[in-house]
């Protein structure tokens, strides 16, 4: 079993940054994708960021193309959301996921089998 929890989250102002950080207690096998995800009340859990553990191979929603970055750290088995020129309209609850089964980056929450409890992130105008 893989236990995940971030951290990192926090009240900013529009175009500040923060960094998220998802440490993994378990074992990270070379085939297992990471995800960040957000969700803010009344809207569905959305995919923001992805990775493929073995490669470093990212994807990224449109909305924070060119903003966020993903990445990870092998040693660590932690990873990382860099998050700038933060907008209003990113704040939500952000959690980080692991895909055990992955052969691509997938971007639905159902594919996803481990999960972190979250971390709010406020974005203020």
């Known amino acids: 079993q893989v236990q995940l929890a971030e951290s990192g989250g926090g009240l900013v102002q529009a175009g500040g940054s923060l960094r998220l950080s998802c440490a993994a207690s378990g074992r990270i096998f070379s085939n297992y994708a990471m995800g960040w995800f957000r969700q803010a009340p009344g809207k569905e859990r959305e995919f923001v960021a992805g990775i493929k553990w073995s490669l470093g191979t990212t994807y990224y929603t449109d909305s924070v193309k060119g903003r966020f970055t993903v990445y990870r750290d092998n040693v660590k088995n932690t990873v990382y959301l860099q998050m700038n020129s933060l907008k209003p309209e990113d704040t939500a609850v952000y959690y980080c996921?692991?895909?055990?089964?992955?052969?691509?980056?997938?971007?639905?929450?159902?594919?996803?089998?481990?999960w972190g409890p979250g971390t709010q992130v406020t974005v203020s105008s």
């Open positions: 996921a692991a895909d055990s089964t992955a052969i691509v980056l997938r971007t639905t929450s159902y594919s996803y089998n481990y």
